[in-house]
């Protein structure tokens, strides 16, 4: 859908021109409220790294609730999941990098998050000896979990006897039913070593090794500790994948390109391609070149390698060749034309290879734009066919030996939890979690809506019970982050998103009319939607989403338009600055949570050597792209929110925001959370900040 953009600013000054309503009572704004328990709804016990074992029907996740984060298990055919480790407490320590053993018996995991670049490791609870990034072993049959030492990216043998690790830059193998036993250094490669892969008979490791301006697909014999490099070039490679009788090895090849910035849209580049390797002799060939134009990006999917080396020598592999992410797959051995597993005009996001290596299993959005679904897509291109279908969502696939599927699931008015379809039956892993199942919410209505140069804007709505109070609720856009995200209709998959849809559900249900907005660059829609033009730091164009929603507010007869505010987190602090600078008559007061505000200072947090006087000209636009080239129209008061160990957005960004705005005589609240990181790690952050947040809005909107 799209209007002329001539007349979305005439709809835009008429909503501005809009005499104010007068204000409800208190008597008639608390008639319309539903009872929602704010604590209970972010206190969900959120799942999150689903893992399946290659040899056996058993799958491990991780399950946080209130900030007490722990690994679960179950196994078929009974499907009944139970906690394997005892953690406690609001920490902030975060679990994650599950990897299982063949038979399922042994678990690795690491505890704690990734360092800073002064290699300190994320402590929001503020331990006064600080914390460790280690890693622990716990078997699925009950015993106590074990720490076996600091480390990173753990990959069990399969046997489980040995895990094989990263410390330090260097690539690790230690026992695992003996903790006191010495690490053994396997390889210090000059690079950064990632991406770890055993062959199918545990004799090779085969390795990404990062170089800066390029990467090499490493493979060390563990025998005889013989290292060696396959076809090195002047590119990128990574995402490498055994063959199934191990003799070879695909990857991905990306040229690299010089003096590429974030938050630029990249429509096109220099081609990727897929290669291969036999090992016996080190031939190469070309498995996949992407052609010129749309496409010649390579786009990346939530899944623990990009490419799938199947059965019947087809490797499949993500492309946007027609402007959408879809799954082709092709002839390991090069030529001939890709086939589509998943073709068409969606997009797929976790994708998983079936045992057997016949099909994979992913999550789209086909047919269902605003929700994600899972399916079973064939190799040979023979069609995929659909596995969950309703008004849910389900994602992170994990397919197991038996033939049951194990996934991650919610929908508009039930939280993220661990499903298995086993046959045509689907049951929850956690039977008891129902018990605890939220109250007062209502599920959100999909709007269209142009934005302010007509380009059409999808979001999901949130409307408080009842009519409305006389001269209608007051209106609230929320804005993600990323920007490449899309919110759905219904509890997200990303646990900072499920909170804010709990939090926009609050709102809702204490009297706010709530528009999520999925403004451009953001994903779900296709590549032009994310690669929009002059979107971020090349002009801001997503801008013009976060009018059209205001507008959209202010033309509803429930909605009074003199009471509307805004508020987000990340790239969504950056667009509540924006629309507090250049329309604060429409944007009554916002909430921005670690935004960006100068995109000068956030690039060089992403590219350290980004050096804005050697390019005045890029420099000039970005800044005139940020919040800070506007704040002289800027009058609504904001809370600005951010914790001090951020290592996305700058601590120093609020601070720079609150200095301006406080001299130009602007009203400035704020919540600092003191050794607290981006996402947030505490229970107790994200209630101080949603707590705060109501209050605000309350007094300036309510």
């Given at each position: 859908?799209r209007?002329?953009g001539?007349?979305a600013?005439?709809?835009?000054?008429?909503?501005l021109?809009?005499?104010?309503a007068?204000?409800?009572?208190?008597?008639a704004?608390?008639?319309?409220?539903?009872e929602?328990?704010?604590?209970?709804?972010?206190?969900?016990?959120?799942?999150s790294?689903l893992?399946?074992?290659?040899e056996?029907?058993?799958?491990?996740?991780?399950?946080?609730e209130r900030?007490?984060?722990?690994?679960w298990?179950?196994e078929?055919?009974?499907?009944?999941?139970?906690?394997?480790?005892?953690?406690?407490?609001?920490d902030?320590?975060?679990i994650?990098?599950?990897?299982i053993?063949?038979?399922g018996?042994?678990?690795?995991?690491?505890?704690?998050?990734?360092?800073n670049?002064?290699?300190?490791?994320?402590?929001?609870?503020?331990i006064a000896?600080?914390?460790?990034?280690?890693?622990?072993?716990?078997?699925?049959?009950g015993?106590d979990?074990?720490?076996?030492?600091p480390?990173?990216s753990?990959?069990?043998?399969?046997?489980g006897?040995?895990?094989?690790y990263?410390?330090?830059?260097m690539?690790?193998?230690?026992?695992?039913?003996d903790?006191?036993a010495?690490p053994?250094p396997l390889a210090?490669?000059r690079?950064s070593p990632?991406?770890?892969?055993?062959?199918?008979?545990?004799?090779?490791?085969?390795?990404?090794?990062?170089?800066?301006?390029?990467?090499?697909?490493g493979?060390?014999?563990?025998?005889?500790?013989?290292?060696?490099?396959?076809d090195?070039?002047?590119d990128i490679?990574?995402?490498?994948?055994?063959?199934?009788?191990g003799?070879?090895i695909?990857?991905?090849?990306?040229p690299?390109?010089?003096?590429?910035?974030p938050?630029?849209a990249?429509?096109?580049?220099?081609?990727?391609?897929?290669?291969?390797?036999?090992l016996?002799?080190?031939a190469?060939?070309?498995?996949f070149?992407a052609?010129?134009g749309?496409?010649?990006?390579?786009?990346?999917i939530?899944?623990?390698n990009?490419?799938?080396?199947?059965?019947?020598g087809?490797?499949?592999f993500?492309?946007?060749?027609n402007?959408?992410?879809?799954?082709?797959?092709?002839?390991?051995?090069?030529?001939?034309d890709?086939r589509?597993?998943?073709r068409?005009?969606?997009?797929?996001?976790?994708?998983?290879?079936?045992?057997?290596?016949?099909?994979?299993?992913?999550?789209?959005?086909r047919?269902?734009?605003d929700?994600?679904?899972?399916?079973?897509?064939?190799?040979?291109?023979?069609?995929?066919?659909?596995?969950?279908p309703?008004?849910?969502?389900?994602?992170?696939p994990?397919?197991?030996?038996d033939?049951?599927?194990?996934?991650?699931a919610?929908?508009?008015?039930?939280?993220?939890?661990?499903?298995?379809?086993?046959?045509?039956e689907?049951?929850?892993?956690?039977e008891?979690?129902?018990?605890?199942?939220?109250?007062?919410?209502?599920?959100?209505?999909?709007?269209?809506?142009p934005s302010?140069?007509?380009?059409?804007?999808?979001?999901?709505?949130?409307?408080?019970?009842?009519?409305?109070?006389?001269?209608g609720?007051?209106?609230?856009?929320?804005?993600?982050?990323?920007?490449?995200?899309?919110?759905?209709?219904?509890?997200?998959?990303?646990?900072?998103?499920?909170h804010?849809?709990?939090?926009?559900?609050?709102?809702?249900?204490?009297?706010?009319?709530?528009?999520?907005?999925?403004?451009?660059?953001?994903?779900?829609?296709?590549?032009?939607?994310?690669?929009?033009?002059h979107?971020?730091?090349?002009?801001a164009?997503?801008?013009?989403?976060?009018?059209g929603?205001?507008v959209y507010?202010?033309?509803?007869?429930?909605?009074?338009?003199?009471?509307?505010?805004?508020?987000?987190?990340?790239y969504g602090?950056?667009l509540?600055?924006?629309?507090?600078?250049?329309?604060?008559?429409l944007?009554?007061?916002?909430?921005?949570i670690?935004?960006?505000h100068?995109?000068n200072?956030?690039i060089?947090n992403f590219?350290?050597?980004?050096?804005?006087?050697?390019?005045?000209?890029?420099a000039?636009?970005?800044?005139q792209?940020?919040p800070?080239?506007?704040?002289?129209?800027?009058?609504?008061p904001?809370?600005l929110?951010?914790?001090?160990?951020?290592?996305?957005?700058?601590?120093s960004?609020?601070?720079?925001?609150?200095?301006?705005?406080?001299?130009k005589?602007?009203?400035?609240?704020?919540?600092?959370?003191?050794?607290?990181?981006?996402?947030?790690?505490?229970?107790?952050?994200?209630?101080?900040?949603?707590?705060?947040?109501?209050?605000?809005?309350g007094?300036f909107?309510?």
């Amino acid at each position: 859908m799209r209007t002329r953009g001539a007349a979305a600013f005439v709809l835009l000054a008429a909503a501005l021109a809009a005499a104010a309503a007068p204000l409800p009572t208190a008597g008639a704004a608390s008639a319309q409220t539903r009872e929602t328990d704010l604590d209970a709804l972010v206190g969900w016990a959120f799942p999150s790294g689903l893992v399946a074992a290659a040899e056996a029907p058993v799958v491990a996740w991780v399950r946080n609730e209130r900030g007490a984060r722990n690994v679960w298990v179950a196994e078929g055919p009974a499907w009944t999941g139970r906690r394997v480790t005892s953690f406690a407490g609001d920490d902030g320590q975060e679990i994650g990098s599950l990897a299982i053993s063949a038979a399922g018996a042994t678990i690795a995991f690491v505890r704690g998050g990734a360092p800073n670049r002064e290699g300190e490791i994320p402590n929001p609870a503020s331990i006064a000896l600080g914390v460790e990034r280690e890693i622990w072993i716990v078997g699925t049959d009950g015993g106590d979990a074990r720490r076996l030492g600091p480390g990173q990216s753990p990959l069990l043998t399969a046997d489980g006897s040995r895990v094989v690790y990263i410390q330090g830059g260097m690539i690790h193998r230690r026992p695992t039913g003996d903790p006191a036993a010495a690490p053994e250094p396997l390889a210090d490669p000059r690079g950064s070593p990632g991406e770890l892969r055993l062959s199918p008979g545990g004799d090779l490791l085969a390795f990404t090794s990062q170089l800066g301006d390029h990467a090499f697909i490493g493979v060390l014999d563990l025998a005889t500790g013989t290292l060696r490099y396959l076809d090195p070039s002047l590119d990128i490679d990574g995402n490498a994948a055994w063959s199934p009788d191990g003799n070879e090895i695909a990857f991905v090849r990306i040229p690299n390109r010089q003096g590429s910035l974030p938050f630029f849209a990249v429509r096109e580049s220099l081609p990727w391609s897929i290669r291969a390797v036999r090992l016996a002799d080190g031939a190469t060939r070309t498995v996949f070149a992407a052609p010129e134009g749309t496409g010649s990006v390579f786009r990346t999917i939530s899944a623990a390698n990009n490419i799938f080396w199947g059965a019947d020598g087809r490797i499949a592999f993500p492309w946007e060749g027609n402007g959408y992410t879809n799954l082709y797959s092709v002839d390991a051995r090069g030529g001939g034309d890709p086939r589509p597993i998943a073709r068409g005009d969606f997009e797929v996001q976790y994708a998983a290879l079936a045992p057997g290596g016949e099909a994979l299993v992913f999550s789209s959005n086909r047919g269902d734009i605003d929700r994600q679904h899972l399916w079973w897509g064939p190799l040979d291109g023979s069609g995929a066919r659909q596995l969950t279908p309703g008004a849910g969502i389900e994602w992170q696939p994990a397919p197991t030996v038996d033939g049951s599927l194990v996934f991650l699931a919610s929908s508009g008015t039930v939280p993220a939890h661990a499903e298995v379809l086993a046959g045509d039956e689907r049951r929850w892993l956690v039977e008891s979690a129902r018990d605890h199942l939220p109250g007062g919410l209502a599920d959100p209505e999909q709007v269209v809506f142009p934005s302010a140069d007509g380009l059409a804007i999808h979001g999901q709505l949130f409307l408080p019970g009842g009519p409305p109070p006389p001269g209608g609720w007051p209106g609230l856009l929320f804005l993600h982050g990323g920007s490449r995200r899309q919110m759905l209709l219904g509890f997200h998959h990303r646990d900072y998103y499920h909170h804010t849809y709990s939090f926009s559900q609050h709102l809702a249900a204490t009297g706010y009319a709530v528009l999520s907005v999925n403004y451009r660059s953001g994903i779900g829609y296709g590549m032009e939607f994310r690669e929009a033009e002059h979107y971020g730091a090349d002009g801001a164009s997503e801008v013009n989403d976060v009018l059209g929603a205001g507008v959209y507010l202010t033309s509803r007869d429930d909605v009074d338009s003199d009471r509307i505010g805004l508020w987000g987190g990340s790239y969504g602090g950056y667009l509540t600055a924006h629309g507090l600078a250049q329309a604060s008559h429409l944007f009554k007061a916002g909430v921005d949570i670690h935004g960006v505000h100068d995109w000068n200072v956030a690039i060089r947090n992403f590219v350290p050597s980004y050096d804005p006087a050697a390019r005045p000209d890029l420099a000039r636009r970005a800044f005139q792209s940020s919040p800070m080239a506007f704040v002289d129209r800027w009058t609504s008061p904001v809370l600005l929110i951010h914790g001090d160990d951020d290592r996305n957005v700058r601590f120093s960004e609020s601070v720079d925001l609150a200095e301006v705005l406080r001299r130009k005589g602007v009203h400035v609240e704020m919540l600092v959370l003191p050794d607290e990181v981006h996402g947030f790690l505490l229970h107790r952050s994200w209630m101080a900040v949603f707590r705060a947040a109501e209050d605000f809005f309350g007094r300036f909107l309510n």
